[in-house]
Nanobody
Framework: VQLQASGGGLVQAGGSLRLSCVAS????????AGWFRQAPGKEREFVAS????????LYANSVKGRFTISRDNAKDTVYLQMNNLKPEDTAVYYC????????????????WGSGTQVTVSS
């Protein structure tokens, strides 16, 4: 499975961006998907996930109410809609897929994209 993330960029605080992650070469079964991010000098952290079996979603407290994860199985694409962006959201955002038992843990996922840079100016 190859993942290609896009949609990052430079935006002012309060603005919005939508990240996309297209999966190719996927297995013929549904997978779970997640977004993680890594800011300069910090460890990669969980942002959001969508469950492979029931489509339920999970969010980090820092983005809850501002970010929305969704998926389009027909297009093999996962989205992250980011609203009311803050400077502290600045990071490289990574999409990932797999069948995690604990979606918050990055080692639970099997495939990772290369990341897309999001920069929020104050």
């Amino acid at each position: 499975v190859q993942l290609q993330a896009s949609g990052g960029g430079l935006v002012q605080a309060g603005g919005s961006l939508r990240l996309s992650c297209v999966a190719s070469g996927r297995p013929s079964i549904t997978y779970g998907a997640g977004w993680f991010r890594q800011a300069p000098g910090k460890e990669r952290e969980f942002v959001a996930s969508v469950d492979w079996s029931d489509g339920s979603t999970l969010y980090a407290n820092s983005v809850k109410g501002r970010f929305t994860i969704s998926r389009d199985n027909a297009k093999d694409t996962v989205y992250l809609q980011m609203n009311n962006l803050k400077p502290e959201d600045t990071a490289v955002y990574y999409c990932t897929v797999g069948w995690p038992t604990i979606p918050l843990i990055e080692s639970e996922y099997d495939y990772w994209g290369s990341g897309t840079q999001v920069t929020v100016s104050s």
